[in-house]
Structures are given as structure tokens and as C-alpha cells.
């Protein structure tokens, strides 16, 4: 982490929270304590997007959303557009999550065309890479995530990789309260960057924010956020309390 990256602590709700909820979660965090040189984000379910955009719209509390399609309206039922997604106010979304890789078979193709759709429409994509289990084993963690960068980032200009948010999510530690520790955290980290200065170059490598994601809690945001190549925090779990978010927030 450098003084030119600023850190973004993102919170994922995933598939939780009601209205009332989603309500009740976000003023305790827009009232929680919080540091002025770390951005907030929070990604509700799109259920909630409206409300929520309404409590956070006069706060520094960004709005992301979980998901999106890359057409801009259609017949594709369930689907929700870059278009809708604006006009909510929402600064980011979560796009290429491994629950969308392995859950629903997204592809580097379809992920790239959701990027290059957010970017048009001046939504800042957080891009989720990581390996599994197996891939990891076998010794296989760079080719992995060097297909995924390569992928989604395909046709993407050096001048829009200053919107763009890089988050590794090791898919064994998501969920499982297993997560790599800062060393190996730290090391993925830096790779990325590697791979970003090979594919762009230098300038943008140094300046593009690349997140954790993987069990990230009170206990181990600090020593995370305290590596060098860590800008930031993907959180599932510990972001549905308010207490263990402001906890990382505060890392």
C-alpha cells in the first residue's frame, strides 16, 4: 500500500439482508467510526440498491453492486444493466466473483465484455481472480491468474485501468474461515502487479489498488493491510455485522 493507493474496504452482502436490514446495516456503518483516508464501499443485494443509495448518497459511503450485465437492456430476463445500475447512483461493481465463475460457469470472455461495459458506462468494475484448491496444489496459481488478468482485461486501455479494482480471492479461503496468511497474501499481491506491469506498464502496475478477499476479519485486516501490495479488503462474511466491518474498516 503507497500514499498514491488509496485503501477501499468493499463489503459484499452476497445474498443477505432484507430492505429493513440492508437499512439498518448501512447507518451503523455510515454512523460507525471511521478513518478519512480509507474509502468505504458497501454492495448490497440488488433488492436493496434503491435504499440503500438513498441512506448513502449524502455520506462518503461509496454504493457497488454485485453483479451486472454487459448489454444495456434486453430480453434477458433476472438481468440487471449497467443502465439501472447508474441511475441508482452506484459507483462499483463486483464483477468475475468466484461464485460467479464456478457457480453459474461465467467465463474470462463474458467477464471481460461485462468490464469493458462498466467502464463505458463510468462504473468502476472490481475484477475477482483467484485460484482454487486444486490449482494452487498443483502448482498452477500464476497460469491461473495470469489467464484471468489477461482475460478480463482484454482490449482495456492503460487510461481506464485508473478506474479499475483488482481483488484476489484465493476460491479456498472464501467462506471456509481459512485464509492465506499476509506472507502468501503478499506474494500473490505482488505477482498481480508484476503481471500488470508486463501487460500495461510500470505507471499503471503502481497505481491500480488490488484488494484481498478471502476470510477477512478484525483479527487479520491489519496485518493484511500492512503488506505492501495490499490496497484494500474484499469482505463476505464479517461485512453483514457492523461491529466485525467497522473493525477491518479501522484496521
Not at 63 to 77: I, S, Y
Not at 131 to 154: D, K, N, W
Request: proline share 4%.
Amino acid at each position: 500500500m503507497t500514499a498514491e493507493r488509496i485503501p477501499l474496504i468493499a463489503g459484499n452482502w452476497k445474498m443477505h439482508k432484507s430492505v429493513a436490514e440492508s437499512e439498518s446495516l448501512v447507518r451503523d456503518i455510515i454512523n460507525g467510526k471511521r478513518p478519512s483516508k480509507v474509502e468505504v464501499m458497501v454492495a448490497p443485494p440488488f433488492t436493496s440498491l434503491l435504499a440503500v443509495a438513498r441512506l448513502v448518497d449524502t455520506s462518503d459511503v461509496a454504493l457497488g453492486a454485485q453483479n451486472m450485465h454487459w448489454e444495456d437492456k434486453g430480453a434477458f430476463t433476472g438481468e440487471v444493466s449497467p443502465v439501472m445500475l447508474t441511475d441508482l447512483g452506484v459507483n462499483y461493481v463486483i464483477l468475475g466473483h468466484s461464485e460467479r465463475r464456478h457457480l453459474f460457469g461465467e467465463t474470462d470472455e463474458m467477464i471481460n465484455h461485462k468490464m469493458q461495459s462498466a467502464l463505458k458506462h463510468q462504473l468502476r468494475p472490481i475484477l475477482c481472480i483467484g485460484e482454487t484448491l486444486e490449482e494452487r496444489e498443483a502448482e498452477r496459481v500464476f497460469g491461473v491468474l495470469e489467464v484471468q488478468i489477461e482475460g478480463g482485461l482484454s482490449g482495456i486501455s492503460s487510461a481506464l485501468m485508473e478506474n479499475v479494482v483488482i481483488a484476489y480471492e484465493p476460491v479456498w479461503a472464501i467462506g471456509t474461515g481459512r485464509n492465506a496468511t499476509p506472507e502468501q497474501a503478499q506474494s500473490v499481491h505482488r505477482l498481480i502487479r508484476d503481471q500488470l506491469g508486463i501487460k500495461f506498464d510500470k505507471d499503471v502496475a503502481s497505481k491500480t489498488r488490488i484488494l484481498y478477499g478471502g476470510s477477512a476479519k478484525p483479527g487479520n485486516a491489519g496485518k493484511l493491510m500492512a503488506q505492501a501490495d495490499i490496497d484494500g479488503l474484499l469482505v463476505g462474511g464479517a461485512s453483514l455485522n457492523p461491529l466485525d466491518f467497522l473493525g477491518i474498516v479501522n484496521f
